[in-house]
């Protein structure tokens, strides 16, 4: 039985509103008067080099950060401006850390355990501990967990084991919105390629709505739907994925690309 719960959506809203947003760190500027909208169950590529800014944005849309100017909407409800700041676990937002951040204390069962026991409506004295142990389950079987695997610690997995449990963590929350952060950084070749395939496999079981940064113009060829290109803040280019690799509307994206640049 398929457990997430679809939320309530406004449909003549965007999942995700991002209007003149900027971010200063000290005087380096991380955003810069940066708009965008993501669709609901959309799958959109966030690609840039080192210090482009992708990251500081996905952690404005995650609430981790406050932006200095502009604001973030949620599904048409206000989530982020200079005064506002709604935290991340009342987002609906599932995010997936490049370092992972997986708890050494904490068994795989439990990662997921502890997620959906902190859950408002799992809080509730009428919910089952059955219910909570199916739904461990029925997560694990949608990542394909090894179920033999759901008693070991992060340190007695590998690589590919860390990312799923790391993605079943945040699918726990039930995410209207999931952030994935360099997910496959530190990877060898043949595991990043078949984690991009469970990875867009996940997008359409789910439909939820996916956002996938990373440096790596490679990890999101044939995957993504839309393409956004990141220069110093700012958005260099952006559509439909396959458009943007055919034609890449200068050299910087070019490069970014892969691609041999000819004036």
């Known amino acids: ?32 008067n940066l708009s965008l909208q993501i669709e609901k169950g959309e799958f959109v590529g966030i690609l840039g080099s080192s210090g482009c800014g992708k990251t500081t944005l ?22 982020n401006n200079p005064k506002i700041l709604i935290p991340p676990r009342q987002r609906k937002i599932g995010m997936v850390f490049q370092d992972l951040a997986l708890w050494p204390h904490m068994n795989a069962v439990a990662h997921l355990d502890f997620v959906l026991r902190s859950q408002p409506q799992v ?25 033999d695997f759901s008693k070991k610690y992060p340190h007695q997995l ?13 699918l726990a929350q039930e995410p209207q919105i999931l952030l994935l952060d360099e997910p496959l950084a530190n990877l060898d070749t043949m595991l990043k390629h078949n984690l991009q395939r469970e990875i867009k496999r996940l997008h359409k079981t789910l439909a939820t709505t996916l956002i996938y940064v990373t440096h790596d113009a490679q990890e999101l060829k044939g995957t993504t739907e839309r393409l956004i290109i990141m220069n110093k803040g700012k958005i260099a280019q952006q559509g ?24």
């Open 158 to 170: 590998s690589g590919g084991e860390r990312q799923r449990l790391a993605i079943a963590r945040s």
């Open 123 to 147: 809080q509730s004295s009428k919910f089952k501990v059955q219910n909570v142990d199916r739904k461990i389950e029925e997560i694990f079987e949608i990542v394909k967990f090894p179920p």
């Open 240 to 263: 439909n994925a396959e458009e943007v690799f055919a034609y890449p509307k200068n050299e910087f994206v070019g490069r970014l690309l892969g691609k041999e640049w000819v004036e």
């Open 58 to 79: 996905l952690r404005l849309i995650a609430g981790l950060d406050a932006p200095d100017t502009g604001s973030i909407e949620i599904d048409g409800n206000l989530a």
């Open 1 to 32: 039985m398929f457990w997430l719960q679809v939320s309530c959506y406004n449909d003549d809203m965007p999942m995700v509103d991002v209007y003149n947003v900027s971010k200063k760190f000290g005087k380096a500027t991380a955003v810069s």
